[in-house]
């Protein structure tokens, strides 16, 4: 019975004198005293910058109302803007195309997207245009929109 205590006791020893640290010796003769070693310090580098990012959830912010504005869901390839009517619970597509997303770290960016016209074609609300011109800046994503007559350029911000 002792022989099988002894076994894992001594495979345990052997493994913590074989892992534990030894010591340092350099040319003074002087064990442990590390203060003589050197080493290079290790460069470090910035991680690349990722492209700027504009997918998620807008609203606008210059809306004369605050319970009917506009709201925009970016993602990856595509942008779909909906009318939006707090007081009676509503929303109606506007604009739905595409989405062509930067590929560098920048502050500003433009993209003329194109339309899905599928989405829009039976909209009562949805603008007519083949293509609608996005630009970002300073945080606020901005367009043309006419609607009945009357043009304004619509201001977003990030939810």
């Known amino acids: 019975m002792k022989h099988r205590l002894l076994f894992p006791v001594a495979v345990v020893a052997l493994l ?5 640290p030894t010591a340092v010796s350099n040319s003074s003769g002087n064990e442990g005293d590390s203060s003589k070693a050197t080493t290079a310090p290790e460069e470090t580098q910035a991680p ?3 492209p700027l990012d504009l997918t998620g959830e807008w609203r606008q912010t210059n809306s004369k109302s605050a319970e009917a504005f506009q709201t925009a869901t970016i993602t990856t390839d595509r942008i779909e803007i909906d009318w939006v009517n707090d007081t009676e619970s509503t929303t109606a597509i506007y604009w739905a195309g595409t989405y062509v997303p930067p590929t560098e770290d920048i502050e500003s960016y433009s993209w003329d997207s194109q339309a899905d016209t599928a989405a829009l074609e039976n909209a009562l609300l949805a603008s007519q245009d083949a293509t609608k011109a996005f630009t970002y800046q300073n945080g606020v994503l901005s367009y043309e929109l ?5 043009s304004m350029t619509v201001e977003m911000k990030r939810e």
């Open 16 to 20: 913590l004198t074989a892992c534990a």
């Open 48 to 50: 690349p910058a990722e």
């Open 146 to 150: 006419t609607a009945m007559g009357v």
